[in-house]
């Protein structure tokens, strides 16, 4: 802002001169108050002028419809939407969300820094504020092969950039404790930044040690008791919302009169056709209320909690020289955005862009890795051999999953599903290294009773996993994917239907319509093969993430979380 700019946005403030906007006979959800403001609303120059009695070149008559700060979403993966970083801010602008702070490690796990530059370059044209933490885990662990590895001096190469704020979810708290290098590295490099933090179960003098290196917020917290250790010991707890890990009725009863400053709502994943049935940060909102939130409150950890945790300057309010982000609904609560405006100008209305997405300039899509060797039925057989299978099972609505012994089905030597248990194998193949088997498991939890799917979203090191009750199927999916460079696949006995993912194998530059359409015809024909997950792609590719207890499978084999090790098939 020079000084012309400056004086005439003073002088607007003052009323001594008509704003550009006036908002006539709003109601004004005040997130520092925690009251509701019956006043106009002036907007000049892309900034708020101020509250109270105004008159303007435009004036909008609000008739008594409530306005709240543009909503902010502190934890997201982009990726996870399936949706290209322009597609989604289509898709999340009509909802009233004005920015999200987004951890881009799943396409640096496949792309390395270069996939970090695509998003930075996506960023730079987007009416959505799109800010970046950077990825502190490539990969995740070594118990898996990622398509990149990233240290600090990797990261400190993007810098100085205004989207960057600190480093993401720092996953291996067991290097934090340990005091590994690379970590600390890494801890000491964004020392004076935000550093968020990943330590699902991680208490006493572990968690003091996790604080100690620097780290300032978790979004891992499932139960009550741990979310109220991480608050007491001056953690920022992300109440998270997603399309698989659903937290918020758990956790809602930690937010206080005392709390509320450091706790907000985040997604972290959400799947297209949720952003399009459900909403954004508005979904989550409505959720909040309705199990008993006030709604200022609610509204409040979706826009200035995260904006006040992240630095961000000039937004999360509705208040004199903040950003002029905000959105309007008719009832306060549920909040239905129907007007959505970025810097004073109207982007949205009724849930539709008033801006044609193709007009913002975007940079070349990424190609996607896809170096797998030979695919066969037989590099899924599994020798028999003496005592229980360590099975994953999959727990609804959460990212854990628990550690099952059962007795194996065996046939002519050889363990094989057994559906009537919902007893179904599990494949990891690693897409980045030719010539490599795969590693085989079990999961229980699918429920299939016949028929296979596949992906090559499969966190966090996105190799392709596969699952399903035959060989023949699940080889079959993956082939399709290695075809195809990446996406999800169901397969039945010659039978194929595919959502190609061109972006690194996670995302389409298709609309967010288009892929939620695809979507609900892959989870329609896996309901038919007796899926009874909501999200069975959501659920499998959350099987190879092995920083999230308890047992998960990754190309080089079983882990258990709890020893960060591997662990045979059989116990």
């Not at 795969?438 to 939890?445: D, I, M, T």
Request: net charge negative.
């Amino acid at each position: 802002m020079d000084t012309a700019r400056l004086k005439g946005l003073i002088e607007a403030a003052r009323g001594q001169r008509p704003a550009d906007l006036c908002i006539k006979g709003s109601r004004l959800v005040n997130v520092f108050s925690g009251g509701i403001e019956t006043a106009d609303l002036a907007i000049h120059d892309g900034f708020i002028a101020g509250w109270g009695r105004y008159e303007g070149k435009e004036t909008i008559q609000a008739d008594g419809m409530y306005i709240s700060p543009g909503f902010i979403d502190g934890h997201v993966h982009i990726e996870s939407s399936l949706l290209s970083p322009a597609n989604f801010c289509a898709a999340v602008l009509p909802w009233g969300t004005s920015a999200v702070v987004a951890d881009p490690h799943e396409i640096a796990n496949v792309l390395g820094l270069d996939g970090i530059r695509y998003f930075l370059e996506c960023a730079r044209n987007l009416p959505l504020d799109i800010f970046l933490n950077l990825p502190s885990c490539v990969p995740a662990t070594n118990l898996e092969t990622s398509g990149a590895t990233l240290r600090a001096v990797d990261l400190q190469s993007l810098f100085p950039d205004e989207n960057l704020l600190g480093l993401a979810e720092m996953m291996n708290f067991p290097g934090v404790i340990g005091a590994d290098p690379e970590v600390t590295d890494k801890l000491l490099l964004f020392q004076d930044l935000v550093v968020d933090g990943h330590c699902p179960g991680l208490s006493g003098r572990d968690l003091n040690a996790y604080l100690a290196a620097g780290i300032g917020s978790d979004h891992e917290c499932v139960a009550l008791q741990e979310a109220a250790e991480k608050l007491a010991r001056g953690m920022t707890v992300m109440i998270r919302e997603g399309t698989q890990s659903k937290d918020l009725e758990k956790l809602i009863g930690i937010v206080n009169d005392s709390t509320w400053p450091r706790c907000m709502f985040v997604s972290d994943d959400l799947h297209p056709d949720d952003l399009i049935d459900k909403g954004h940060m508005n979904a989550i909102v409505n959720l909040a209320m309705t199990l008993g939130m006030d709604p200022v409150r609610a509204i409040t950890l979706v826009s200035w909690t995260p904006a006040n945790y992240f630095r961000l300057r000039r937004r999360g309010a509705l208040a004199p020289g903040f950003f002029a982000d905000f959105c309007i609904s008719p009832t306060l609560d549920p909040w239905n955005p129907v007007r959505v405006f970025k810097r004073g100008i109207e982007i949205a209305r009724e849930g539709e862009l008033l801006t044609d997405p193709i007009c913002w300039p975007m940079p070349p899509l990424p190609g996607s890795p896809m170096r797998i060797g030979r695919i066969s039925p037989e590099q899924m057989l599994v020798p028999a051999k003496a005592g229980k299978l360590r099975v994953i099972g999959i727990l609804e609505a959460t990212l854990f999953t628990r550690k099952l012994l059962m007795d194996p089905k065996i046939e002519n030597g050889y363990v094989v599903c057994d559906p009537e248990r919902d007893l179904l194998k599990v494949a990891v193949y690693n897409r980045y290294v030719q010539g490599r088997d795969p590693a085989v498991g079990f999961v229980h939890g699918l429920g299939l009773k016949k028929g296979a799917l596949a992906s090559t979203v499969a966190h966090d090191s996105h190799n392709v996993i596969a699952a399903g009750v035959s060989d023949s199927d699940i080889t079959a999916a993956v082939s399709a994917l290695r075809q195809t460079g990446g996406g999800m696949a169901a397969a039945l006995g010659g039978r194929i239907e595919i959502l190609p993912l061109p972006i690194a194998g996670l995302m389409s530059a298709l609309p967010a319509s288009d892929i939620s359409d695809r979507l609900r015809v892959l989870k329609a024909l896996l309901k038919d093969w007796g899926a009874k997950l909501e999200n069975p792609f959501m659920a499998l590719s959350f099987l190879s993430l092995p920083v999230i207890p308890e047992l998960k499978l990754t190309d080089l084999g079983l882990v258990e979380v709890s020893s960060f090790s591997h662990v045979p098939l059989f116990e």
